[in-house]
C-alpha cells in the first residue's frame, strides 16, 4: 500500500524550504534514490536498517525499500474554503491524502513576512483548522440537503442518516475536528463516502531556526499548550538545517553534521517514524537473490491480505505464508539453514504478520 502525506501550512512558513529538502534528501539504503515525480509531488525512501542486514545476507541484485509520497499542497489562506487562494484546488488535493503534516512557523526573521503580520503559531493552527472545518461543514450541509429529499418520502434509514449528520455539524459548527469527535463504526459510515478534511491524522511540524534545536523556543511551547488536549504530535525541526542536511551525500557526513546540532537524527527522519506510527503502519520484508524489498502494511493485516499488497493474485490464491524472523535469518545465514534448523514457520491466511517478518508467500490462480 501507498503512504501519501500532505503537507500543510500557511505561505512563509518553511513549507517550500521543508519540501525541497524533501525533493533532494538521498536515500542511504536502496538502489533508487528519491525522485520528484511531479513539481508538487515526491517520494522518498524510508530509512531502514534491517534492509542493510538483509542485503548482507541475500546479496540481491537491487534492495527496494517502503516509501512515503509527500504532496505540497501549498499556500492555504484565511478563505481557502470559499476559494481563496486558489483554495479549492489545495483543499481538493488534501482529500487525497493518508494523513496531514502540519507545518507551522516557530522563528523570527524579519525578512520572511508572515502573511497575518505577527508570528503566532496557535493562530496559525487556528486559522488553517477554521479552513478545512468550513470545507467540512459544506459537504455535510450538502448531503444532509440530498438525503432530506428521501426524509420526506418517509424512508427511516434516510432520517436516522440526518440525525447523526447533524451530530457531525453541530460538531463542526463548534470548531471541533472530525477525528476528535467520539464516534462508533455506524456514525463513521455516514460519512465515509465524504472524506472529510478533519477526520485525517495529523501531525504538527514546528519550524524553528537552528539555535533553537533540538527541544525548541517559547513559540513552540505555546504550541504544546494548545495540543494538550489534542493529544497530538508535536516534532520540531529546523527546515532550513533539512535543506543542509539533504546536500550531504556521504552518510559519515550526515551523523557528523546532526552531532553538531546534538541531533541522532534528522527532523526527516522522525517525520517518516512518525508517520507510520500515526497511521499504525509496519514493514514486512520478501527477499530473494533478485530483489530485497520493504513492504508496508497495516498492523494487524492477516497474512492473506498482506499478500495483496504485493500483487492481488498472491491474495487471491493465497496458499501458505513462510515466515523467518530477521534474528533467525541473520543467525543462521540463510533461508535453506534457517529450515533445517526449524526456524521457518508454515502460517496460514489468518497469520497476523508481525513488523520485520521476512515472509515468502505460496499460491496458485
Not at 513549507?15 to 538521498?26: D, E, Q, V, W
Not at 490464491?317 to 533467525?328: Q, T
Request: with cysteine.
Amino acid at each position: 500500500m501507498g503512504l501519501r502525506c500532505g503537507i500543510v501550512g500557511l505561505p512563509n512558513v518553511g513549507k517550500s524550504t521543508l519540501f525541497n529538502a524533501i525533493s533532494n534528501n538521498k536515500a542511504e539504503v536502496a538502489n533508487f534514490p528519491f525522485c520528484t515525480i511531479e513539481p508538487n509531488v515526491g517520494i522518498i525512501n524510508v530509512p531502514d536498517e534491517r534492509l542493510k542486514i538483509l542485503s548482507g545476507l541475500i546479496q540481491p541484485e537491487k534492495v527496494i525499500p517502503a516509501s512515503i509520497e509527500f504532496l505540497d499542497i501549498a499556500g492555504l489562506v484565511r478563505g481557502a474554503s470559499k476559494g481563496e487562494g486558489l483554495g479549492n484546488k489545495f483543499l481538493a488535493n488534501i482529500r487525497e491524502v493518508d494523513a496531514i503534516i502540519h507545518l507551522i512557523r516557530c522563528f523570527d526573521d524579519e525578512n520572511i513576512a508572515h502573511v497575518e503580520g505577527i508570528i503566532d503559531p496557535v493562530a496559525d493552527k487556528e486559522v488553517i483548522d477554521m479552513e478545512l472545518q468550513l470545507k467540512d461543514l459544506e459537504s455535510v450541509n450538502k448531503k444532509i440537503s440530498r438525503i432530506e429529499k428521501v426524509v420526506k418520502s418517509g424512508d427511516a434509514l434516510a432520517r436516522k442518516k440526518i440525525e447523526k449528520l447533524n451530530v457531525y455539524k453541530a460538531w463542526l459548527e463548534q470548531g471541533g475536528n472530525v477525528r476528535s469527535m467520539p464516534a462508533d463504526a455506524e456514525d463513521k459510515e455516514v460519512i465515509k463516502d465524504l472524506f472529510l478534511l478533519t477526520a485525517k491524522q495529523v501531525i504538527y511540524v514546528a519550524n524553528v531556526d537552528e539555535k533553537a534545536l533540538p527541544h525548541g523556543n517559547h513559540y513552540v511551547e505555546l504550541l504544546r499548550e494548545q495540543l494538550k488536549n489534542e493529544k497530538a504530535e508535536i516534532i520540531v525541526i529546523s527546515a532550513s538545517l533539512e535543506a543542509q542536511i539533504a546536500e550531504l551525500e556521504d552518510p559519515e557526513e550526515r551523523i557528523m553534521f546532526l552531532k553538531e546540532y546534538n541531533l541522532n537524527e534528522s527532523g526527516l527522519d522522525k517525520l517518516i517514524r512518525a508517520s507510520y506510527a500515526l497511521l499504525d503502519l509496519i514493514t514486512f520484508f520478501t527477499a530473494v537473490p533478485k530483489e530485497v524489498r520493504a513492504w508496508t502494511i497495516k498492523n494487524g493485516w492477516n497474512a492473506q491480505k498482506a499478500a495483496g499488497v504485493i500483487h492481488t493474485d498472491f491474495e487471491k490464491g493465497f496458499i501458505k505464508a513462510e515466515v523467518i524472523k530477521l534474528s533467525d535469518l541473520n543467525h543462521y545465514g540463510t533461508v535453506t539453514a534457517c529450515k533445517e534448523a526449524g526456524r521457518v514457520s508454515i502460517e496460514g491466511k489468518e497469520y497476523i504478520v508481525k513488523d520485520g517478518d521476512i515472509v515468502y508467500f505460496r499460491f496458485n490462480v
